[in-house]
């Protein structure tokens, strides 16, 4: 498989405090989405980078881990995945410094121990967890 690029645009008017932007994707799942400084440090509905990291690492993570259980013959019935990204002050400006993961896996046949083994594969060997300059963490229960 050759490799994939996927873009999106960005536009922001005014300063960091009092601006805002709005983030585009050619799929159109994001079109002219807003977002702001209230938006990303106070909470103020709409989203923001990490929340969107968020996604990007729950989905990935998800999807690496689906592939690890079938590469091994097993069928998994739901992997509900959340990703929690943590920005934080520093080196005097702000840093994303931890992707918490956590999951809830229904996976038939499987034993404890074979599924610790490909979970971890999947938390470090996805895409997203690679790119990530942050401590990434996994909490798990199986079902």
Not at 103 to 117: C, M, N, Q, S, W
Request: glycine share 10%.
């Amino acid at each position: 498989m050759a490799g994939i690029t996927r873009t999106a645009e960005a536009v922001w008017e005014g300063t960091g405090k009092e601006g805002s932007g709005t983030l585009t994707t050619p799929s159109a799942i994001l079109s002219g989405t807003r977002y702001s400084f209230a938006q990303r440090f106070e909470n103020a509905p709409g989203t923001n980078p990490e929340e969107l990291i968020a996604a990007a690492h729950a989905g990935c993570f998800a999807m690496a881990l689906s592939f690890g259980l079938s590469k091994e013959g097993f069928k998994p019935k739901q992997l509900a995945a959340k990703a929690a990204v943590t920005v934080e002050p520093k080196d005097g400006g702000f840093a994303i410094t931890s992707s918490a993961l956590t999951l809830h896996a229904e996976v038939p046949g499987i034993d404890r121990e074979k599924f610790a083994t490909i979970v971890e594969a999947a938390k470090s060997g996805c895409p997203v967890s690679k790119v990530l300059n942050a401590k990434v963490t996994l909490e798990w229960t199986l079902a």
